[in-house]
């Protein structure tokens, strides 16, 4: 048992020797077409040393390089892919050619990615830089691609393409600066719009402002002109309630006064009345006395005098009741008066007639006793005339003053209403001044403001538009430089481009990991 293992273990060493020798004669004799330039008869030997010996990664990267010199892009790239990730020292090699051949087909991205990885695996790779500098020119990472350039050149100071390259670095720098100069001069612009529309914005808020405290300003002032109205018209107000509740004071103690002069009045006139009925009613009793010692014989006569008397004195007294018809206690106090009298006329009469029978002898005395009655009667009479036409005047004196005082009352009371119209009036036409010359004021103040809001505006706007037309000027200088600029670029560019087509139609730019290859030696051209 033991020696069938060690014979199959020496058997399938054999074997993997035999495989090792025939894959490394195939890859021999591949490697010697390749090498002078015979890619389809390379092919044949190349496939077949991949599949003898899969280990040789050489093999895979000159089969990969025959593909495309063949034109079979798709077959390289699967070969690549196959190889790719356990190349070893070759991955730079097999991922620049992989980027290589998707650069060709205008695979950018992926090209990218394959030249990215070829560096991650040799960062000193210059091929590698060259070309994904090429990939990102392509995808407009133009700022990546000056720095790939850049790098291309500092690992290979002598390479054929400086010239052409330090050119295309030169012109990118620039673009870059004029792109940057660009974008200054839109920020200048941008901010000097800023500062316009922020200027007109501060302008207008301002007259806002401004505007906001002018009518304040008007408010308060109206607001001080109607207190100060008010306060006014309140003090003359109170000034003529206190000259009304003056005179209205001054005349109720007149009129009390008046009052309680005119009971004073009437009470002497009602003590006077009484006295004068006490006396006339002593007197009557004196009378009637003295009546009664009369002749009977003279009755008739006597009767005849007395109802005179009666009538006059009747007379008297209702002209004395028809004038103190105002005074209801005088009317019936000569009304008792009256009836009194009366009463005692009846009974006078009557004690006349019973004293007619009486003795003839008394009508002397009794003739003188009545002739002295008369003339006390008489005397009384005028007397009570007397005091009834003072007591009339009195009563009409008073209501005479009574209708002054009215009348001058009222006519105060007239006077003062006009004087108060009158201040009334002017206080009216000197606040409705104030108001006008205020507003007057307040009107060429705003006006004065508003001029030099405007003014102030205009030499804004006029500023703003001269650095908007100055910048407006800046850029457009800026822009027919910028386009004179663009043009020169693109004809470098288009000279650039022609200059390199050429040059990559002449050479696929494969790198095969062996510098002493003569028809593979050279780089990846610029495009």
Same mark, same amino acid.
């Given at each position: 048992?033991?020696?069938?293992?060690?014979?199959?273990?020496?058997?399938?060493?054999?074997?993997?020797?035999?495989?090792?020798?025939?894959?490394?004669?195939?890859?021999? *004799?591949?490697?010697?077409?390749?090498?002078?330039?015979?890619?389809?008869?390379?092919?044949?030997?190349?496939?077949?040393?991949?599949?003898?010996?899969?280990?040789?990664?050489?093999?895979?990267?000159?089969?990969?390089?025959?593909?495309?010199?063949?034109?079979?892009?798709?077959?390289?790239?699967?070969?690549?892919?196959?190889?790719?990730?356990?190349?070893?020292?070759?991955?730079?090699?097999?991922?620049?050619?992989?980027?290589?051949?998707?650069?060709?087909?205008?695979?950018?991205?992926?090209?990218?990615?394959?030249?990215?990885?070829?560096?991650?695996?040799?960062?000193?790779?210059?091929?590698?830089?060259?070309?994904?500098?090429?990939?990102?020119?392509?995808?407009?990472?133009?700022?990546? *691609?000056?720095?790939?350039?850049?790098?291309?050149?500092?690992?290979?100071?002598?390479?054929?393409?400086?010239?052409?390259?330090? =050119?295309?670095?030169?012109?990118?720098?620039?673009?870059?600066?004029?792109?940057?100069?660009?974008?200054?001069?839109?920020?200048?612009?941008?901010?000097?719009?800023?500062?316009?529309?922020?200027?007109?914005?501060?302008?207008?808020?301002?007259?806002?402002?401004?505007?906001?405290?002018?009518?304040?300003?008007?408010?308060?002032?109206?607001?001080?002109?109607?207190?100060?109205?008010?306060?006014?018209?309140?003090?003359?107000?109170?000034?003529?309630?206190?000259?009304?509740?003056?005179?209205?004071?001054?005349?109720?103690?007149?009129?009390?006064?008046?009052?309680?002069?005119?009971?004073?009045?009437?009470?002497?006139?009602?003590?006077?009345?009484? =006295?004068?009925?006490?006396?006339?009613?002593?007197?009557?009793?004196?009378?009637?006395?003295?009546?009664?010692?009369?002749?009977?014989?003279?009755?008739?006569?006597?009767?005849?005098?007395?109802?005179?008397?009666?009538?006059?004195?009747?007379?008297?007294?209702?002209?004395?009741?028809?004038?103190?018809?105002?005074?209801?206690?005088?009317?019936?106090?000569? *009304?008792?008066?009256?009836?009194?009298?009366?009463?005692?006329?009846?009974?006078?009469?009557?004690?006349?007639?019973?004293?007619? *029978?009486?003795?003839?002898?008394?009508?002397?005395?009794?003739?003188?006793?009545?002739?002295?009655?008369?003339?006390?009667?008489?005397?009384?009479?005028?007397?009570?005339?007397?005091?009834?036409?003072?007591?009339?005047?009195?009563?009409?004196?008073?209501?005479?003053?009574?209708?002054?005082?009215?009348?001058?009352?009222?006519?105060?009371? =007239?006077?003062?209403?006009?004087?108060?119209?009158?201040?009334?009036?002017?206080?009216?036409?000197?606040?409705?001044?104030?108001?006008?010359?205020?507003?007057?004021?307040?009107?060429?103040?705003?006006?004065?403001?508003?001029?030099?809001?405007?003014?102030?505006?205009?030499?804004?706007?006029?500023?703003?538009?001269?650095?908007?037309?100055?910048?407006?000027?800046?850029?457009?200088?800026?822009?027919?430089?910028?386009?004179?600029?663009?043009?020169?670029?693109?004809?470098?560019?288009?000279?650039?481009?022609?200059?390199?087509?050429?040059?990559?139609?002449?050479?696929?730019?494969?790198?095969?990991?062996?510098?002493?290859?003569?028809?593979?030696?050279?780089?990846?051209?610029?495009?």
């Amino acid at each position: 048992m033991r020696f069938i293992e060690k014979s199959f273990g020496i058997l399938s060493l054999l074997v993997v020797s035999a495989s090792w020798c025939f894959g490394q004669a195939n890859f021999s *004799a591949g490697e010697d077409q390749f090498m002078h330039n015979k890619p389809a008869e390379a092919r044949t030997y190349l496939e077949n040393a991949i599949i003898e010996y899969p280990a040789n990664i050489k093999a895979f990267l000159y089969l990969g390089i025959v593909y495309e010199q063949l034109n079979m892009e798709d077959e390289a790239i699967d070969v690549y892919q196959q190889v790719l990730g356990n190349a070893g020292e070759l991955t730079a090699n097999v991922a620049n050619n992989l980027g290589n051949i998707y650069y060709k087909k205008e695979s950018i991205t992926e090209a990218e990615t394959a030249y990215t990885q070829a560096l991650s695996a040799d960062n000193l790779y210059p091929t590698a830089y060259l070309g994904r500098a090429n990939a990102r020119m392509k995808m407009g990472l133009l700022h990546e *691609a000056v720095a790939d350039y850049e790098q291309y050149l500092l690992l290979d100071p002598h390479s054929s393409q400086r010239q052409t390259i330090t =050119r295309i670095i030169a012109l990118l720098k620039k673009e870059f600066s004029e792109a940057e100069r660009q974008r200054l001069a839109e920020e200048e612009k941008a901010r000097i719009e800023q500062a316009a529309e922020l200027l007109r914005q501060i302008t207008e808020e301002r007259a806002r402002a401004e505007q906001a405290e002018a009518e304040l300003q008007r408010l308060i002032t109206e607001e001080r002109i109607r207190a100060e109205t008010e306060q006014r018209v309140r003090a003359e107000y109170a000034e003529a309630e206190l000259q009304r509740l003056a005179a209205e004071e001054r005349m109720r103690t007149e009129t009390e006064q008046r009052v309680r002069a005119e009971a004073e009045l009437q009470r002497i006139a009602a003590e006077e009345r009484v =006295r004068t009925e006490t006396e006339q009613r002593v007197r009557a009793e004196a009378e009637l006395q003295r009546m009664l010692a009369e002749e009977r014989a003279r009755s008739e006569t006597e009767q005849r005098l007395r109802a005179e008397a009666e009538q006059q004195r009747l007379a008297a007294a209702e002209k004395e009741r028809a004038e103190n018809a105002e005074a209801e206690q005088q009317r019936l106090a000569a *009304a008792e008066k009256m009836r009194t009298e009366t009463e005692l006329r009846i009974r006078a009469e009557a004690e006349l007639q019973r004293l007619m *029978a009486e003795d003839r002898v008394r009508a002397e005395t009794e003739q003188r006793i009545r002739a002295e009655a008369e003339q006390q009667r008489v005397a009384a009479e005028e007397r009570m005339r007397t005091e009834v036409e003072q007591r009339v005047r009195a009563e009409a004196e008073l209501q005479r003053i009574v209708a002054e005082e009215r009348v001058r009352t009222e006519t105060e009371q =007239r006077v003062r209403a006009e004087a108060e119209q009158q201040r009334l009036a002017t206080a009216e036409k000197e606040r409705t001044e104030t108001e006008q010359r205020l507003r007057a004021e307040y009107a060429e103040a705003e006006q004065r403001r508003l001029a030099t809001a405007e003014k102030e505006r205009t030499e804004m706007e006029e500023r703003v538009r001269a650095e908007y037309a100055e910048a407006e000027q800046q850029r457009l200088v800026s822009a027919e430089r910028g386009r004179l600029q663009a043009e020169q670029r693109q004809r470098l560019l288009d000279e650039i481009t022609n200059s390199l087509n050429a040059v990559a139609e002449s050479s696929q730019g494969l790198s095969s990991g062996i510098e002493q290859i003569e028809g593979y030696a050279g780089e990846f051209e610029l495009e």
